[in-house]
């Protein structure tokens, strides 16, 4: 079952999802640019940002511990990781069964505990701060994600995502009503995880006021650039994983290479309409004051609790 | 302000913050003749022992007026309030120079600052013996071993599931009669598979392996296409770099947005100082609100209960010979 195409997949699908990230996110600020009437920067401009970073001399403090220094590299590996699971543009890769979707869930948090760690380390006050609200969040937003993804395992028999990928889009299309609580759930979870409206600002310059960027301050040049780098990798893994799980049609099988340009195309044009919705979103919607975040949460937990009780009941 | 630090000296006090008076040592209050005589006290407690060139006051105070009339304005007011503060308080320091003797006025602005750049804490018994407060320090070796042999234990737990995992089953079994399927069971140290192999697997070390090796490589990389040059400067933390020992961030301050969204669940009692409060204190006092609406009306049932069955309990031979009597009868009647 592991031949030499499937590993290629393998290796072509993590590369492409690390070199594509910033892409969708450069999209997704030019739909919020032009939905805001201005003229949008040119959709490279993350990478324009990211080579800046990295030519930049690190500054750190005198009191940073070897986690400071060691998370930046945790934390970029772990969504590259995440990349390299999610069924992105093939299924049946070879590292798939090594891990399901609750492992996945695990490697996202430890991502987020090392950057709460890395926060605290050097003991500035908003250090501490941005790394309890974003436990706080990410510890309200993984009951709900699991729920999520408990309903999708639950229809298709089997918490692999490539199982789950497979079942799904190759049933005749009938529309499952607890699919649709748990896709109005995930959408939820989403937002909250990446540090989107209306959780958190990702562009505000108010530390009181941040989440995900409090736990960066510190951080400058190439330790800073690999975080936001993951947090676009993070952004497209999330992506993928709610287009695997709810409209998972043209994705290829691994050493198919007849089905990959379909797939691609699929992809960027699903991807497309995914940023332009998220620009729509964070355009339409204001951040929400820190503690409305856990009943936005708890919403989302209950859809998700829905869906899963809906599949029992309906059997659909 | 309240009585600062429990140290009060012999000397005037001279308050700014809010309405401006003198008061001597006694606490008398000493009013000012004229509003200029009061910007002149202030002018010169601000500035203790430092030597103020008479210029400069008469430029400040009295620049209406010619310089004849303005320095005899001004040695008028020095006189009038060296009267008051007690000789030479106002002194002449150099060449047409004043100087107000430190240690005479004591100023709250000046307390303030003080306070705020040392960080000392309001409660005197609080104070530390030296005021560089550098008393905390790293937790030592055996507190670290303390908490970090359960990190290990969770660390272990989390790479060897499937012994574990068995060994619950066997609970289960026991309890249920159904265990974990049979493709379960023959997980072995490396994968564990939940219900089949085709369905799902996990391997934890794997996973473990795949992660250091993914990391490494993203150093690798970074260091290749790019450089890893590193500077050390102060923290920067948006400015605020000043910490003092009030402003430290414990295990509480992080369990406060989680203590927040449950507090309803919980019984908290909270008291808050005020900024004005003489001696601030904080206390925060969890309970279980199931103690007192399950428990404690249970226990209180009970007690009223056995209460009343004590008093069969009357301690005298006669009564529970007649209890046996009585029981007897019933049986004999009840039991043909």
Known sequence: MVNTAAIAFQILQSVFVVLAAPLLLGWANQCRAWLQNRSAPSILLPYYTLAKLFHKDAVIARNASAVFRVTPYVVFGCMWLAAGIVPVLATDLPFAPAADIIALVGVFALARVFSALAAMDIGTAFGGLGARREMLIGFLAEPAMLMILFTAAFISGSTQLNTIVETLSHREFAIYPSLAFAAIAFLMVLLAENARIPIDNPTTHLELTMIHEAMILEYSARHLALIEWAVAIKLFAYMTIGIALFVPWGIAEAGNWGALPLAFAALAAKLALGGAGLALLETLLAKLRLFLAPEFLSTAFLLGVLGMLTHFLTRG | ?336
């Open chain 2, 1 to 336: 302000m309240g009585e600062s630090a429990g140290v009060r000296d012999p000397t005037f006090r001279l308050s700014c913050l809010g309405p401006v008076g003198l008061r001597s040592p006694d606490g008398a209050k000493l009013p000012f003749r004229t509003r200029k005589q009061t910007a002149l006290l202030l002018f010169l407690a601000r500035r203790p022992g430092v030597s103020v060139p008479k210029a400069q006051l008469l430029d400040l105070l009295w620049s209406d007026d010619d310089e004849a009339s303005a320095r005899h304005s001004l040695s008028q007011s020095v006189s009038l309030m060296n009267k008051s503060l007690g000789s030479e308080a106002i002194a002449p320091a150099g060449t047409d120079q004043l100087a107000l003797r430190p240690g005479v006025v004591w100023l709250d602005v000046t307390a303030f600052e003080e306070h705020v750049k040392g960080g000392r804490p309001r409660e005197a018994r609080h104070a530390a013996p030296d005021a560089a407060g550098d008393h905390g320090h790293d937790a030592g070796m055996m507190e670290r071993f303390g908490m970090a042999w359960l990190a290990a234990g969770c660390f272990v737990l989390g790479l060897f599931p499937t012994s574990f995992l068995l060994m619950l089953n066997r609970v289960a079994v026991s309890l249920t009669g159904q265990g974990l399927r049979e493709g379960a069971v023959q997980s072995n140290w490396l994968w564990l598979v939940p219900v089949e192999s085709e369905r799902a697997s996990y391997s934890p070390i794997v996973f473990l392996i795949v992660i250091v090796c993914v990391t490494l490589l993203t150093f690798i990389l970074v260091r290749r296409f790019y450089h890893g040059r590193l500077r050390y400067s102060e923290a920067w933390g948006c400015g605020y770099s000043e910490l003092t020992a009030r402003t430290q961030d414990t295990a509480d301050a992080f369990g406060q947005p989680i203590r927040h969204i449950f507090g309803p669940l919980y019984l908290m009692k909270r008291h808050m100082p005020a900024a004005d409060d003489p001696a601030p204190r904080f206390s925060l006092k969890i309970y279980d609100r199931h103690w007192y609406w399950l428990y404690l009306p249970v226990a209180r049932l009970t007690e009223y209960a056995s209460a009343k069955i004590a008093l069969l309990q009357q301690g005298r031979i006669s009564i529970y010979l007649l209890y046996s009597f009585l029981t007897l009868i019933a049986l004999l009647v009840f039991l043909r």
